[in-house]
């Protein structure tokens, strides 16, 4: 992709009312650009805008993205706004602490609701216009937690790890059309994410996972402590899409550095050591 350098660009960022889609809307803003953020009220999010920015070049949108119909007609306002799309963000999310048994049918449901099938009504929203176009970039808001998962968070992992094998696919699936995807993996970020108003808990817990517990415990008391700067992780985002280069994960923060390395060690070890057993289920050989 060739990032516009003759006009202003138009992003399109869901999940914008707190934390790093918030930070990402204000910058873009004070870059000039175009923003259409979506958002399940508007009214969250120019409030906490405020009288900081400029919000002349702003397309607040209430969407569910869970709605395909929703989702489409907010493209499609986006574009008849600006006359173009260039960049879609998808950062809609919300983290949930539990074990696997604790989590209920309908808990799964709403989290793969917005994780996964929200993402994909964006993507069918967009990608025509991006393919039409042959230009474009798609950013994709996972997490550490998308390549790695620890217990309590296997919802949110689950969410996650989809979210990468789709955005793993797309980007091979798009790249002849000169649209690029970037899949950016954050670690802990000084947001509001580890609040109860963005962690959700189960609504039923058993006391046979005092682990589980402990660690809500703990993440909640993280809270301001946490390594990541929204304002440098964001900034970062920005830089990668307006430079048209990058890998295809995008890694914030020292801590998802070390997640991702641990990772890698721990899968290189578990694939040497099946090297000889693997080739055992192969037809023989004729």
């Given at each position: 992709?060739?990032?516009p350098?003759?006009?202003?660009a138009t992003?399109?960022?869901t999940g914008t009312?707190?934390?790093?889609?918030?930070?990402?809307?204000?910058q873009?803003?004070d870059r000039?650009?175009?923003v259409a953020?979506?958002t399940?009220?508007t009214?969250?999010?120019?409030?906490a805008?405020g009288?900081?920015?400029?919000?002349?070049r702003?397309?607040?949108l209430?969407?569910?993205?869970r709605?395909e119909?929703?989702?489409?007609?907010?493209?499609a306002?986006t574009?008849?706004r600006f006359g173009?799309l260039?960049?879609?963000?998808?950062?809609?999310g919300?983290g949930?602490?539990a074990?696997?048994?604790e989590?209920?049918?309908?808990?799964?449901?709403?989290?793969l609701?917005?994780q996964?099938?929200g993402?994909?009504?964006v993507?069918?929203a967009a990608?025509?216009i991006?393919?039409?176009?042959?230009?474009g970039?798609?950013?994709?808001?996972?997490?550490i937690?998308?390549?790695?998962?620890?217990?309590?968070?296997a919802?949110y992992?689950a969410?996650?790890f989809?979210?990468?094998?789709?955005?793993e696919?797309l980007?091979?699936?798009v790249?002849?059309?000169g649209?690029?995807?970037?899949?950016?993996?954050?670690?802990?970020?000084?947001?509001?994410?580890?609040t109860?108003?963005s962690?959700?808990?189960?609504?039923?817990?058993?006391?046979?996972?005092?682990a589980v517990?402990?660690?809500?415990?703990?993440?909640?008391?993280l809270q301001?402590?946490?390594?990541g700067d929204?304002v440098?992780?964001?900034?970062?985002i920005?830089?990668?899409?307006v430079?048209?280069?990058?890998p295809?994960?995008q890694l914030?923060?020292s801590d998802?550095?070390?997640?991702?390395?641990?990772?890698?060690?721990a899968?290189?070890e578990?694939?040497?050591?099946?090297?000889r057993?693997?080739?055992?289920?192969?037809?023989?050989a004729?």
């Amino acid at each position: 992709m060739s990032f516009p350098a003759d006009r202003a660009a138009t992003w399109f960022v869901t999940g914008t009312s707190r934390g790093l889609g918030l930070e990402l809307v204000t910058q873009l803003l004070d870059r000039g650009d175009n923003v259409a953020a979506t958002t399940r009220s508007t009214e969250r999010l120019l409030s906490a805008l405020g009288d900081r920015v400029d919000t002349s070049r702003l397309l607040p949108l209430a969407v569910d993205l869970r709605d395909e119909e929703a989702v489409r007609q907010g493209v499609a306002h986006t574009t008849a706004r600006f006359g173009q799309l260039d960049v879609v963000v998808n950062n809609a999310g919300y983290g949930f602490l539990a074990a696997v048994e604790e989590t209920s049918d309908r808990d799964v449901r709403d989290m793969l609701d917005v994780q996964v099938v929200g993402v994909w009504n964006v993507l069918r929203a967009a990608l025509p216009i991006l393919r039409e176009q042959r230009s474009g970039h798609i950013v994709n808001v996972s997490s550490i937690l998308g390549l790695t998962a620890v217990p309590g968070w296997a919802l949110y992992c689950a969410g996650k790890f989809a979210l990468e094998g789709l955005s793993e696919a797309l980007a091979a699936e798009v790249a002849d059309f000169g649209v690029k995807v970037t899949i950016v993996e954050p670690g802990y970020f000084r947001t509001d994410f580890l609040t109860t108003d963005s962690l959700a808990l189960p609504t039923s817990a058993t006391d046979a996972y005092p682990a589980v517990r402990e660690m809500t415990s703990q993440h909640l008391n993280l809270q301001g402590s946490q390594l990541g700067d929204p304002v440098r992780g964001a900034r970062a985002i920005i830089d990668q899409v307006v430079s048209g280069g990058g890998p295809l994960r995008q890694l914030l923060g020292s801590d998802a550095h070390s997640y991702a390395s641990a990772k890698v060690d721990a899968l290189r070890e578990n694939v040497d050591a099946t090297a000889r057993t693997a080739p055992g289920t192969d037809f023989p050989a004729a």
